[in-house]
């Protein structure tokens, strides 16, 4: 079986499908950005990197060798003399592993290894609190229980270089939800880099007294001494990695920030290979693991394949419906299977990552 063509499709959602077509008539699928007025210029990005880099090296190989084709884009080796992104690797790479899924019959989570469980409970992951009010917030929360969710987590999503605005407001917002929730319900805050070290501590106790699960990002990501202060001077287990590429970063991110929890990212960390390793880099290391995955479609299915292969990984996996899209046309676009019921997800044995594309849908665009 030899990669014939890579191709991009226009999708309503703000995103475009990549398709890995082969001789055998097998394709491998995956969601490459589309037009983003919030991250301008990725599509433009992506759409370089496969036309100068990625179709020279693939079209004509074997899918089948993942491990090479990873290393050849990632670490610049064979023909390619430059590392390319981990989120440009990171479609590549779950489309390939969607490919040999087909090939052989067999749903990627039995490829890596097999599942630990393929029934999967899910947070609901609402944000843009930075532009809200409380009380908007606890009706954003509110949209997800009524949609069967039991366990939640609230974003700030800054705009730009943030630090120390209003963590007053904050904090008032993560109250309210926290007493409009029945006791013991998994809630979450993700500062999205928001706090400077002290503020991100204060604001942590705070939490703390409330009843708070995980506490993501508190400080700018590149701060990894900064990040070690917080984790060490907080109860609540802190969490980071969203924004990282490849293994060796996430290395360094426990040495020099040790972070309570790790969340590789299944595109940024580049790929279903790439967290595979860093899940069993984490498993030596005694670090629990929470997928950073808003997206609803086809990289969610690919970071629940992965997730679902680590024996620990018992927290709830990330879901959002903001970013790709009313949920109803991705459940016509790629199956009802795709979205969760009552807060949870359940993993097929369908071939592949278990997308059942509907080329009527594509075709509308």
Do not use: C
Not at 9 to 38: F, S, V
Not at 212 to 239: K, M, T, Y
């Amino acid at each position: 079986m030899k990669i014939t063509d890579i191709t991009l499709t226009p999708l309503k959602m703000r995103k475009n499908l990549l398709r890995i077509q082969t001789d055998a008539g097998i394709e491998g699928w995956a969601e490459a950005p589309g037009p983003n007025r919030i991250i301008p210029g990725r599509e433009a990005v992506f759409g370089a990197y496969l036309e100068q880099v990625i179709k020279p090296v693939l079209i004509g190989e074997n899918p089948l060798e993942i491990d090479r084709h990873w290393n050849t884009l990632a670490l610049g080796s064979g023909e390619v003399f430059h590392r390319i992104p981990g989120w440009v690797v990171g479609v590549v790479d779950i489309a390939l592993w969607d490919l040999m899924g087909k090939e052989t019959g067999l749903p990627v989570f039995r490829l890596l290894g097999g599942a630990a469980r393929t029934t999967i409970p899910l947070y609901w992951s609402t944000g843009s609190g930075w532009r809200l009010e409380p009380l908007e917030m606890v009706y954003r929360v509110k949209t997800g229980w009524r949609m069967g969710f039991r366990a939640f987590k609230i974003r700030m999503d800054w705009r730009g270089w943030r630090q120390d605005i209003n963590p007053e407001k904050d904090f008032r917002m993560f109250r309210l939800v926290r007493e409009s929730l029945t006791p013991g319900i998994y809630l979450a805050f993700d500062a999205n880099n928001g706090y400077s070290v002290s503020t991100a501590i204060q604001q942590g106790r705070r939490f703390e007294a409330l009843g708070i699960n995980h506490f993501e990002e508190p400080i700018p990501s590149h701060d990894l001494p900064g990040l070690r202060q917080v984790a060490d001077g907080l109860d609540v287990a802190v969490s980071a990695g969203e924004q990282d590429a490849y293994r060796w970063w996430f290395h360094h991110l426990v040495l020099l920030g040790n972070p309570d929890i790790l969340q590789p990212d299944i595109l940024n960390a580049g790929g279903i290979s790439e967290v595979k390793r860093i899940y069993d880099m984490a498993t030596t290391l005694d670090k629990p693991v929470m997928p950073h995955s808003p997206h609803a479609g086809i990289n969610s299915m690919a970071s629940l394949h992965v997730y679902s292969t680590v024996e620990n990984a018992t927290r709830p996996h990330e879901f959002s419906a903001e970013f790709s899209g009313p949920l109803e046309d991705i459940a016509k676009l790629y199956g009802e299977h795709v979205l969760p019921h009552n807060g949870i997800i359940e993993l097929t044995e369908r071939p592949g990552l278990g997308i059942e594309l509907n080329e009527a849908a594509v075709a509308r665009g």
